[in-house]
Nanobody, 128 residues
Framework: QVELVESGGGLVQAGGSLRLSCAAS????????MGWLRQAPGKGRDFVAA????????YYADSVKGRFTISRDNAKNTVYLQMNSLKPEDTAVYYC?????????????????????WGQGTEVTVSS
């Protein structure tokens, strides 16, 4: 079982930056792939970014490539999302997600269905 708690959301002007954090419980955090989804008002949940258990693989939605960076610190059981050059269309609730390891299974970390655990979300508002 993994519990995820996000923090770092808030109100920022367009062009600004925010860093989201996700603290995870559990002794096996380093075995989980981690990621972020977001849900804009009136829309569905969209993939934003993901990182493999080792941190060696990172994946991004086209809409955030070059602006967002995902990273993890397995010693602190924490995953981060650094968001730069924010745009009003980045306004959304951001959810931290975690995927249980399944040895030998090829996974697509850009698919929300791959993830077993979700946080409660942190709201990001970008004003124009």
């Amino acid at each position: 079982q993994v519990e995820l708690v996000e923090s770092g959301g808030g109100l920022v002007q367009a062009g600004g930056s925010l860093r989201l954090s996700c603290a995870a419980s559990g002794r096996t955090f380093s075995r989980y792939a981690m990621g972020w989804l977001r849900q804009a008002p009136g829309k569905g949940r969209d993939f934003v970014a993901a990182i493999s258990w080792s941190g060696g693989g990172t994946y991004y939605a086209d809409s955030v490539k070059g602006r967002f960076t995902i990273s993890r610190d397995n010693a602190k059981n924490t995953v981060y999302l650094q968001m730069n050059s924010l745009k009003p269309e980045d306004t959304a609730v951001y959810y931290c997600i975690a995927a249980s390891p399944v040895p030998g299974l090829v996974r697509d970390w850009t698919q929300p269905s791959e993830y077993d655990y979700w946080g409660q979300g942190t709201e990001v508002t970008v004003s124009s």
